[in-house]
């Protein structure tokens, strides 16, 4: 049979995920960016190329 968790052991189970959760967010955030950003720098800098006609 399953334990009741008390208010407290909730609370301290409830903030732990939802760092976690938070820290997962931010972290796949990051690399969406990284990769945007690393898909798009060979197409901007042909543009750039193209603009300043070095």
């Known amino acids: 049979m399953q334990r009741t968790m008390t208010y407290d ?7 732990k995920a939802l760092k976690k959760t938070i820290k997962q967010k931010a972290i796949q955030t990051l690399q969406i960016f990284i990769v945007t950003v690393l898909m798009f720098m060979p197409v901007l800098i042909f543009v750039d190329w193209l603009l300043r006609g070095y």
Not at 9 to 15: A, S
């Open 9 to 15: 052991e909730w609370e301290f189970r409830f903030k």
